[in-house]
């Protein structure tokens, strides 16, 4: 099994023979039923998740917590969000370390 990254490139995916002859079997069934298309859609969607957990930290996407925090801070300060803050947990981190101390000084001082 290979993935195809682009027409020059591609990284072989080593199956142990008992997992290559299970998805042949997952395979044949699936054809057999019609349900091609719902296999490569789920063995997408696998790939997908796999391939997010084998990112480096930092450019994994930030947390619901790390958005809901981020969206508080520009909201509360007036700053913008970045595009890449909200595409990448370390531009992310970065945000909320530059704006944090401002964002809970003035959230301790009335009025602010």
């Known amino acids: 099994m290979q993935l195809v990254l682009d027409d020059e490139s591609g990284i072989p995916i080593p199956l142990e023979d008992d997992v290559r002859e299970a998805w042949m079997a997952q395979a044949a069934r699936a054809a ?13 969607a696998c790939l997908a998740k796999s391939i997010d957990e084998c990112l480096d930290h930092d450019l994994k996407t930030p947390t619901e917590p790390q958005l809901r925090y981020a969206t508080e801070i520009a909201r509360h300060l007036g700053v913008p969000l970045p595009a890449d803050a909200l595409r990448f947990r370390g531009a992310m981190s970065e945000f909320i370390a530059r704006f944090a101390e401002l964002h809970r000084a003035r959230r301790r001082t009335p009025g602010a």
């Open 32 to 44: 057999a039923c019609e349900g091609i298309e719902a296999l490569r859609d789920r063995l997408a």
